[in-house]
């Protein structure tokens, strides 16, 4: 059965630092993995979406990196602001073509 | 820009009462979830329809939750009675046909959301 953990639960960082958030899973048999942004209270935002057969995707300061082996991915923000502050959740797609979420990692950026 | 609809955004309601949310997909998108999540954890899914076919609906609580999508197109989810273990935020998400469309194949899009309270 596959599990997602993401790390930090949590992240306090001041604006302008690079970060790192992390998202591990149990069972490398994945058709791709997605990252969101969820604002308080609302929807959930896809960032980068990184296919199986993909090592990393970017879009503008964000860069998403995906090893299949080691059952890992990162998201890496550039140059953090204030309004990067949200919830980030990675999902894996698998064989079912079922997404399992991870729980999170929350991020307040300090102006 | 396309997007998921749903309504309503907040429902209150008193246990044992019924409710139902609503939500339409993007346009061509074959692929409809329902998702639950409760306050601090990620989003469970519910049921998944590929056009009007349930695909999964191996955690939907079927004693009183119910959920269809006639058409194909847009979906309504039933909660009958609801208890006050059901608050939470109901997310709705579709995506293209996983076997068709190209490089974004698979990408799963969200709506808004409906709060539910159950008072």
Redesign the interface.
């Known amino acids: 059965k596959q599990e ?1 953990t993401q790390i930090p639960a949590a992240l306090s960082v001041p604006e302008g630092e690079n970060l790192v958030l992390n998202c591990s899973f149990t069972d490398s048999a994945i ?2 993995l ?1 990252w ?1 942004r969820q604002d308080p ?6 960032l980068l ?1 990184i ?1 199986s057969s993909q090592r990393e995707q970017t879009s503008g300061r964000l860069n998403a990196s995906l090893d299949k082996s080691s059952g890992r991915s990162t998201l890496y923000i550039a140059a953090s602001q204030p309004g990067d502050s949200a919830t980030y ?1 990675c ?1 894996v ?1 698998g064989g ?4 399992i ?4 990692t929350r991020l307040k950026v300090l102006a | 820009e396309a997007e998921v609809a749903q309504s309503p955004r907040y429902k209150i309601t008193e246990k044992s009462q019924a409710v139902a949310f609503w939500c339409d997909p993007i346009s061509g998108h074959a692929t409809l979830y329902w998702y639950r999540q409760i306050l601090g954890q990620g989003p469970e899914l519910l049921v998944q329809f590929q056009d009007e076919s349930v695909v999964d609906d191996s955690q939907l609580p079927k004693d009183r939750f119910s959920a269809e999508r006639l058409k194909g197109v847009d979906s309504t989810l039933k909660i009958q009675p609801a208890e006050l273990g059901d608050s939470a935020m109901y997310l709705c998400a579709s995506s293209l046909d996983p076997w068709t469309g190209g490089f974004l194949t698979g990408e799963l899009f969200f709506g808004e959301g409906s709060r539910l309270t159950v008072l």
Request: proline share 0%; aromatic share 20%.
């Open positions: 997602v058709y791709n997605q969101f209270g609302k929807g959930l935002t896809s979406l296919q959740l999902a797609k079912t073509y079922k997404y979420f991870g729980t999170g």
